[in-house]
């Protein structure tokens, strides 16, 4: 039955509904659910690549990443990661960050925005590297487009060509920046650079975990918490987007967390479905799909430097992509 996978995230839409009607009234809860569809649609595939990565993990490590991984998705990167970015910005303490978003909320939005190209530079950076990774792979050997695919695999063969390629878009879209502030420019690289690092870690986790897969006691354990770090960074790559696309329609902390709560929480109940019914493994090109959104939204990132594209395009592409691969899929079968 498709509906117990989502039961949590019905339980969840009460509750942040109700929530949201006793901050500000009708208005705050259309927000709410505005915002709720908003994550879904950026996210979308998120899932996908989620569900590939639970689909070799433990039964105890999926249950985690719903219920920790739910707790660090909306209370860590939608609520209290805003708060630490206004923080080291202006040099004050956690708890002043938050009372001076519920206090002067127009100051704290305008705190968040002006990081707005940072932002966009370190998490454009780690959705970039996640997709090359995927795309030019020396051992790929199913491609869903192939003139394409077959190249980028060739490129696998040359060490650490992913690093080489970002490093290059990093600077083209630091050029362009440049033209408008070079303060800026020098802001975006840096981040990109701690984006292009955190991948790295992110990446090498595992070895660094030392998971052997010759010994059978520990292995599931290991890899568990390695790939969990990995979907929680992913998932926070995925957040900055959504969180400052929230600005636009309201600043008051607490609306955005909900709103961007009950489409985490839908996210994580499609992964899980995805999962079970092996979804993924179903339509060879799916998961061709969701990467190559990923790097879709990494481009549109680097691109919202210079240029404002809507949300609602960022979202449509995604779907869009989707859509494409699961047909293929369809026709491939």
Known sequence: ???????????????????????????????????????????????????????????????????????????????????????????????SSLMLAINEPTQYQHIL??????????????????????????????????????????????????????????????????????????????????????YILVDGIEAFIGVDEGVVTGVVVKSGIASFIYLEVLDASFSFDGVLAALALTNNIFIIALGLGIGAMAVRSLTLMLVDKGTVEQYTYLEHGAFAAIMALSLIMFVNTVYEIPETITGLIGVVLLGLSVVSSIKRK
């Open 1 to 95: 039955m498709v509906q117990k996978y989502f039961m949590g995230s019905i339980f969840t839409l009460v509750v942040g509904l109700m929530l949201a009607f006793f901050i500000g009234g009708l208005p705050a809860l259309w927000i709410t659910l505005v915002l709720g569809i908003l994550e879904v649609s950026l996210s979308f595939d998120n899932a996908v690549v989620n569900a590939k990565v639970l689909a070799n993990m433990e039964e105890v490590w999926r249950k985690r990443f719903v219920t920790w991984g739910m707790l660090i998705a909306v209370f860590g990167m939608r609520l209290i990661f805003p708060l630490l970015i206004v923080s080291i910005t202006m040099w004050i303490d956690p708890v």
């Open 113 to 198: 925005e002006s990081v707005h190209i940072s932002v966009m530079g370190f998490g454009g950076t780690f959705l970039g590297m996640v997709a090359l990774k995927f795309f030019i792979d020396y051992e790929k050997d199913v491609h869903w487009v192939t003139p394409i695919e077959n190249k980028l695999t060739v490129l696998g063969k040359i060490e650490a060509i992913q690093a080489a390629i970002m490093l290059g878009i990093v600077y083209i879209t630091s050029v362009f920046i440049a033209e408008h502030s070079i303060e800026e420019s020098h802001s975006f690289v840096i981040a990109s650079m701690f984006g292009l690092i955190l």
